[in-house]
């Protein structure tokens, strides 16, 4: 087996267990990633945690605000004859591109072609995904739109969150990544081309997404929370404060969409929803700690009748 220079490009933390699984077994040269980022009142800079894990594992790092046209000769330099990315939120050139003799793959969280684009792992878990996926394919100018190297599969767990499916998809990537580098690297690889005609797109997601909205069923509800779980969080307006939730379950009771039909300790918190009711059961109020809707309730009166926006 030919043992290829590497060049891994990403930025957030699912970037980097991908590069920890694929420097396990492969020669990666050198981790590109964007430049640190002032964050906090003090605009103390952070560096990617793509960055942080490169430095811990001994790979050289490389910071471009552009890696296609600040990079290009750095990158050149280094001869290398494969390049990766995660995660990394960067458009590529063809130029750029052209730099890698076996192209540039892709690790993408979705089963491609559904789910193009930013917030797939999110978005399989808002629309009531049964399964989802991790695609490694070739980098192309329109993006997670490349030929198919290799596809893994997963079932979404009944209850499981956007967090807890992160951590198994970046595992997954990891693994899937390590297969396919080994594939090119003894000629086994085959590229399949990806039907657009069956190609969906999904968009950023912001904290303004979160708000939710009671007319939903509550099979919808409970898909979004979890969705929105841990960021940016599902969440309600109440005396113009926000209260994120992270349970949404199917109890019993109609009224207005939004309306509070039950808030007592015994019962938890009960809001109306577009085909019944949902108990709201894991709360967490501005500036506190989670908790549960019955501990919520002890320190927060909310009267039964009122609308929840």
């Not at 290799?150 to 209850?159: A, D, N, T, V």
């Not at 599902?234 to 926000?242: C, D, I, T």
């Not at 949902?278 to 500036?287: D, F, S």
Request: aromatic residues 6%; charged residues 25%.
């Amino acid at each position: 087996m030919k043992d290829l220079k590497i060049v891994f490009m990403g930025t957030p933390d699912f970037s980097a267990e991908v590069l920890s699984n694929l420097a396990a077994e492969h020669n990666v040269v050198a981790a590109v990633t964007g430049p640190d980022k002032p964050v906090g009142r003090g605009y103390a800079l952070r560096p990617s945690p793509l960055k942080v894990r490169a430095a811990e594992l001994g790979i050289p790092v490389l910071q471009y605000e552009k890696v296609s046209r600040d990079g290009l000769g750095e990158i050149a330099a280094l001869a290398p004859d494969l390049g990766v990315t995660a995660a990394f939120g960067q458009i590529l050139s063809e130029k750029f591109l052209s730099l890698f003799p076996l192209g540039v793959l892709n690790v993408h969280a979705s089963l491609l072609p559904k789910y193009r684009g930013a917030s797939p792992i999110q978005w399989a878990l808002l629309n009531g995904e049964s399964e989802t996926g991790v695609t490694i394919m070739r980098t192309v100018k329109e993006v997670d739109a490349g030929d198919i190297l290799l596809q893994k599969r997963i079932p979404i767990g009944e209850k499981e969150t956007a967090g807890e499916l992160f951590d198994r998809l970046a595992k997954l990537s990891g693994e899937a990544i390590c297969e396919a580098v080994d594939a090119l690297a003894d000629g086994r690889a085959v590229f399949t081309p990806q039907n657009a005609a069956e190609a969906t797109h999904c968009g950023m997601i912001t904290k303004a997404d979160g708000k939710i909205d009671f007319r939903r069923g509550a099979r919808e509800l409970d898909c979004f929370v979890r969705g929105m779980t841990p960021w940016p969080s599902a969440w309600f307006e109440l005396a113009g404060k926000r209260v994120k939730v992270f349970a949404a379950e199917r109890a019993e009771g109609h009224g207005t969409p939004g309306e509070v039909i039950a808030a007592s300790p015994a019962q938890g918190l009960v809001v109306a929803c577009g085909d019944g009711a949902v108990r709201l059961a894991a709360l967490q109020p501005e500036g506190k700690s989670r908790m549960s809707d019955t501990a919520y309730l002890m320190g927060h009166g909310i009267e039964k009748g009122t609308v929840l926006q």
